[in-house]
């Protein structure tokens, strides 16, 4: 399950409690948890920032910095941030198709995320050349309306008991 952080939220003082205090009632294993954020966050204390995420790293879940590329980061902030996944904003995805430099860094973007470890994940997925260009990357993960629109819970949890023969990946967006 994947769930955006906004900067107000990351910038909570206790934060990481409020987590562990949500997984403890939902009972959700914390490594089914990722917790996305934008590089908005970076641009205020860091030293503060840093530490908040490894506040929530040593609660077990999984953290993403979300449309990778579009904001304001430093490539630094990979070596020093404990994020797990990399997700590429889906403007590269739609420009790709059409602008061979697009396409060479979301190529890129994906290399990067292998070569330090982390899991690339491609959002915005809405046909099947954009599949087969990320599968051709070598992206990890995927996630577009090509999948599924927002579902309501329920028609959620009906889809993937019917899509066992498969991993599908979706991005939680509100109800």
């Known amino acids: 399950m994947a769930v955006n952080l906004s900067a107000v939220q990351f910038y909570q003082s206790l934060i990481h409690e409020t987590v562990k205090e949500v997984l403890a ?15 908005a966050i970076l641009l205020a204390d860091t030293e503060s920032v840093i530490q908040t995420m490894y ?10 910095l979300d449309d990778f590329g579009t904001g304001y980061s430093s490539l630094s902030y990979l070596q020093r941030f404990p994020v797990d996944r990399l997700k590429i904003d889906r403007s590269f995805l739609l420009e790709s198709m059409n602008d061979g430099n697009a396409a060479h860094i979301v190529h890129s973007i994906v290399q990067l995320a292998d070569k330090l470890g982390l899991i690339s994940v491609a959002e915005g997925i809405e046909t099947q050349e954009q599949l087969e260009l990320m599968r051709h990357f070598g992206c990890n993960e995927l996630q577009g309306f090509l999948f599924s629109r927002p579902l309501p819970a329920d028609q959620f949890a009906d889809l993937l008991e019917a899509s066992t023969d498969q991993v599908l990946h979706f991005k939680q967006t509100p109800l």
């Not at 790293?57 to 993403?64: I, N, P, R, S, T």
């Open 55 to 64: 506040d929530l790293k040593a609660l077990g879940v999984d953290l993403a």
């Open 25 to 39: 009632s939902s009972q959700l294993e914390p490594g089914a948890l990722t917790l996305e954020f934008t590089e």
